[in-house]
């Protein structure tokens, strides 16, 4: 039954308001509440006491104003629960879903209080009826929904300011805030899965000496468990399914406040590591036709949402997740924008990964590279000064965009994965397209002023396997979504060195190790900007399921015992390369290769044939051919516009480019190959940094002549620097 309002409550007294700014907004004497509706009749505002489970009161909102519900509500103060109800037409066919009995989620809510449960008082239809969604629904839902609460003024809260890490410096490092910290004995048992614990000094202590610059946090906001999920007992571990984008799931906060998120932000920047937010605007948690009611759908459907123009029952489905968010609507466009920054200004964070990015510069229904999304973002004095990161792709019709984002943005690039992957694995004809990822992927990225650092190159990420699976597995095992193992990519350019699983055999597991080692060097070694998954310098194992969407267990968790030898020796292995990379710009040089003499006749990038000559286009051509090496060579325009860029032109010890050269020679093949070294203008000796066939490359053995043959083992990659004293 609709409870009455408090009758000697002077919320009765509601005043108009105003229609901005959206949400609910305290002013030190009461609460302002906006919410856009353009399809609306009328909106109430339904009040909560502490508990979330008995409603207090039901308000109309009593102003409509260019299309924003509003009114004021004195006396009201920070902690009050709320919701609304939003009456209209219930009319799919027409695109109408509006159903009153509903308690809709405030899309500007910072702060929500309650689980959302799965029950079916949360849909708009009657679910047993043949009709579905045609049908009305008229159940109250309050009890089964979160309640968004009303916070004290943006105005008292100011996050910390970017650390401005510039893009050739940048490491990234993409981690899970839970899978992080669920299993760390360092960390109190009450903090683990939280970000309270992913503050504390045993997490960021492991960040600093791995030496990433920047953590990518996949997505914290909240999200709804899908039905065969909850049936499973199992749930969305990975967030990809939200329905509020101001707020933080109550799962990792410890307390549930969202101070606890801007404490973590600020306890990262005292490290000097940058904290970038994994966001999905390209759809909601709603789901389909067939799906709950929960915010936007009830609030206004028909303009939150991308509708099929010749049957808007049904909606546009690029996300491949059941709806698609309209931003090409002014004011949905308005929501992403305000809550893209609220999490800079408010919250602190220092740049974006936007998930399945090319949905939100569509048009009608293609990929727009001048869409209003991309206007607005580089328009915006806050948001374009931050790092911003597209997954270039999606699932509707022409969806694969890598390469074409605009100037300012940087994109995930999963050709360097494959590349890599298939190159390492043995694959032929290879050659070619791992040295043009190497290099930076100029064919790519090189355009509209664009740089190197466009290219964000990883082997690994949350989705699909991890390094440790990559040499451990030949197929997916993915038995534990309780799917049949019918989920999950079949395309994994994965190789088992020889038996499936782990392996007690000391050839197959050096071989893992040799790969992996290959694998990270080519990742922290190439032009453009590297990003490391979680886990993956310590041997994480996903044990073969390259789908863990849904297992929020050990299968995800990082495990920090270390007990195996090799992943105490590839967690060092990985410090070395990014100090590497740190100290030596040359190894994330800020313009693209030229190609041609820099100095006298020294070229900044010569390619190498294992005979010791220069490629030539017959080499490349050899489909049979797993070997070839680079030597760079230090670059002084490059080192100047690096300081220009924002850089330092400098490693950590204040060396430049200038007078740097570097060999890298790579071995696919299976055997060994003697490599010659060329001849070169700075010098005749050259040190061995890195040989992924030994660890050890010790005093004697480690110098070798120009135009002399090193002996370049199968399956590895070996780094030699000139030493200038020893020429």
């Given at each position: ?8 409550s ?17 002013d030190?004497?009461?609460v ?9 009749e009328k ?18 909102l009593?102003?409509?104003?260019d299309?924003?519900w ?5 006396d ?6 709320y ?15 509006f159903n ?12 929500l ?12 239809y ?11 629904d008229?159940?109250n ?8 609460v ?32 669920a299993?760390h ?5 009450a ?7 992913l ?17 990518e946090?996949?997505p ?7 039905p065969?999920l ?6 969305n ?51 389909n ?53 609220y999490w800079?200004?408010?919250?602190g964070v ?22 209003p ?7 915006d ?5 931050v ?19 605009p100037?300012g ?22 050659m ?18 664009r ?11 949350h989705?699909?396997f991890t ?6 597995y030949?197929e997916?095992?993915?038995?534990a979504?309780q ?32 790969q992996?080692?290959n ?42 015992d ?24 040359i ?22 044939s294992?005979?010791?000559h220069?490629?030539?286009?017959e ?29 330092t032109?400098?490693g ?17 093949h299976?055997?060994r190959i003697?490599f ?23 005093d ?5 002549q ?22």
């Amino acid at each position: 039954m609709r409870p009455a309002p408090i009758p000697s409550s002077p919320w009765l007294h509601i005043q108009p308001g105003k229609p901005h700014p959206l949400g609910a907004t305290w002013d030190g004497k009461g609460v302002n509440f906006a919410l856009f509706s353009e399809n609306a009749e009328k909106v109430e505002l339904c009040l909560f006491d502490s508990t979330g489970r008995h409603e207090t009161a039901r308000i109309a909102l009593p102003e409509y104003s260019d299309t924003v519900w509003h009114g004021y509500v004195p006396d009201l103060e920070p902690g009050r629960l709320y919701g609304y109800r939003v009456y209209g037409p219930y009319d799919p066919q027409r695109g109408h879903r509006f159903n009153h009995h509903k308690l809709l989620i405030d899309p500007y809510a910072k702060v929500l209080r309650g689980p959302l449960r799965w029950k079916t008082a949360n849909f708009g239809y009657n679910v047993h009826s043949p009709r579905k969604d045609l049908t009305f629904d008229s159940r109250n839902n309050a009890r089964y929904i979160p309640k968004s609460v009303v916070v004290g003024s943006p105005r008292d809260r100011k996050g910390e300011p970017p650390l401005e890490v510039p893009w050739r410096d940048t490491v990234i490092y993409e981690m899970h805030v839970k899978g992080m910290t669920a299993l760390h004995p360092g960390i109190p048992r009450a903090l683990r899965g939280t970000f309270a614990g992913l503050a504390t000094d045993p997490v960021i202590g492991h960040l600093e000496k791995l030496g990433v610059t920047t953590v990518e946090l996949i997505p914290i906001h909240p999200i709804v468990d899908e039905p065969h999920l909850i049936k499973h007992r199992l749930r969305n571990y990975w967030g990809y399914n939200p329905y509020c984008y101001f707020a933080v799931d109550n799962r990792y906060l410890s307390k549930g406040d969202c101070n606890e998120f801007a404490g973590a932000v600020k306890r990262f920047h005292d490290a000097g590591i940058e904290v970038l937010l994994d966001v999905v605007f390209n759809h909601t948690g709603e789901g389909n036709h067939m799906g709950p009611t929960l915010s936007f759908r009830g609030i206004d459907n028909a303009t939150y949402y991308r509708l099929h123009p010749d049957d808007p029952r049904h909606y546009l489905n690029e996300s491949g997740c059941g709806n698609t968010l309209n931003l090409s609507h002014p004011r949905v466009l308005r929501m992403v924008m305000d809550a893209l920054r609220y999490w800079v200004e408010v919250m602190g964070v220092d740049g974006f990964r936007f998930d399945l990015a090319t949905t939100l510069a569509r048009g009608d229904s293609s990929f727009n590279p001048n869409a209003p999304f991309f206007a607005a973002i580089q328009a915006d004095p806050v948001l374009s000064q931050v790092k911003l990161i597209a997954e270039p792709w999606d699932l509707g019709e022409g969806g694969y965009r890598l390469g074409e984002f605009p100037p300012g943005w940087a994109e995930w690039n999963d050709r360097f994965r494959n590349t890599a992957r298939s190159f390492w694995k043995g694959d032929f004809d290879k050659m070619g397209e791992m040295a043009a990822r190497m290099a930076g992927s100029s064919d790519i990225f090189q355009h509209r002023g664009r740089r190197p650092h466009a290219s964000v190159n990883f082997i690994t990420a949350h989705d699909g396997f991890t390094l440790e699976d990559l040499v451990t597995y030949n197929e997916k095992h993915n038995e534990a979504n309780q799917e049949e193992n019918r989920d999950g990519t079949d395309h994994n350019l994965s190789w088992n060195c020889g038996e499936e699983g782990p392996s007690e055999d000391q050839e197959i597991r050096t071989l893992r190790l040799q790969q992996k080692r290959n694998l990270m060097a080519t990742l922290l070694l190439s032009q453009g900007v590297p990003m490391i998954t979680a886990g993956d310098e310590m041997g994480r194992t996903q044990d073969g399921n390259n789908n863990a969407y849904c297992q929020d267990n050990e299968i995800n968790w990082m495990r920090w015992d270390l007990e195996r030898m090799e992943d105490r020796e590839f967690l060092t292995f990985v410090r070395m390369l990014i100090r590497l990379r740190r100290d030596h710009p040359i190894f994330r040089r800020t313009r693209f290769f030229r190609r041609e003499n820099i100095e006298g006749e020294v070229k900044d990038i010569t390619w190498l044939s294992p005979d010791g000559h220069e490629m030539s286009q017959e080499d490349w051509n050899l489909p049979f051919g797993k070997c070839f090496g680079y030597l760079l060579t230090g670059d002084r325009e490059d080192s100047i516009s690096g300081t220009e860029a924002g850089g330092t032109g400098a490693g950590a010890d204040g060396q430049t480019n200038v007078g740097d050269q570097v060999i890298v020679m790579i071995n696919a093949h299976h055997e060994r190959i003697e490599f010659h070294l060329p001849p070169t203008s700075l010098g005749q000796v050259w040190e061995v940094i890195i040989d992924t066939a030994r660890l050890d490359t010790g005093d004697d053995g480690g110098k070798f002549q120009s135009e002399r043959t090193y002996p370049l083992e199968g399956r590895s990659l070996a780094l030699l620097m000139w030493d200038p004293q020893g020429s």
